[in-house]
Structure formats: structure tokens, C-alpha cells
């Protein structure tokens, strides 16, 4: 994950992060909060052993050292970042047509995290 200045010259922050083998997402965060969702279809090479459609979302806060929201400073700086907590649930069902699956679903997976 990348947290840097947005594009745009309206004070806003974003966060860059990559899904599995789907690119680079951008958000603009809103007072620290982000949340955003991504979809694949027909994902080959799991332990199901068919093609699976997947569902990502990750949601998340940046944590500061005063305890309050991420915010651009008055010098253009950010306020201090201690680290990022937040969720990653993944959707998982069998694609359209796939047989045999491995794997009893459709079934969701979700992961927290936090970095200091």
C-alpha cells in the first residue's frame, strides 16, 4: 500500500494499493476511511481445483499518532502515520459451468490486518 498526496489540488490523500493480478487501485480517503471492491471471473490455479469467480473488498483506516483522522497538514504534509488496520473479505463461488469442485461453495474468507 502507497499513501501519497492525490492528483488533484484539493487536499485530498490517496492510498494505492494492488489486488491480486488485477493492477493498481487508487482511493481518495475521506477523513482516513477507504473501502473498495474488486471482481475476477474464471480464476484458474486454486486448491478448488475449478474456475472461480471472486469478489475482493478491502476496507481500512490509517492510524495517527494523535489518534484522529489522516489529514493533510497546513505545511502540505500528512499528519504522522503509525500504521493501517482494516479487513480484506473475499466472495468465492464456482464459475459458470465449472464441475467438480474441491471446494464446498459458495463460501467468504476474511482477513484482518494491521501494520505499525
Do not use: K, W
Not at 492510498?15 to 480464476?43: C, I, K, P, W
Not at 484458474?44 to 469467480?53: F, I, K, T
Amino acid at each position: 500500500m502507497l499513501i501519497c498526496g492525490a492528483a488533484t489540488d484539493a487536499g485530498d490523500v490517496a492510498l494505492a494499493y494492488s489486488f491480486r493480478g488485477s493492477g493498481t487501485h487508487s482511493v481518495t480517503l475521506d477523513g482516513g476511511v477507504f473501502s473498495q471492491s474488486t471482481t475476477g471471473t474464471n480464476q484458474l490455479g486454486s486448491a478448488c481445483v475449478c474456475a472461480l469467480d471472486l469478489t475482493e473488498t478491502i476496507t481500512g483506516t490509517p492510524r495517527t499518532i494523535d489518534g484522529g483522522p489522516l489529514r493533510v497538514e497546513g505545511d502540505a504534509g500528512l499528519s504522522p502515520i503509525t500504521g493501517i488496520s482494516g479487513t480484506l473479505s473475499e466472495a468465492i463461488s464456482a464459475s459458470a459451468g465449472s464441475t467438480n469442485c474441491a471446494c464446498a461453495l459458495p463460501c467468504v474468507a476474511g482477513y484482518s490486518f494491521s501494520s505499525q
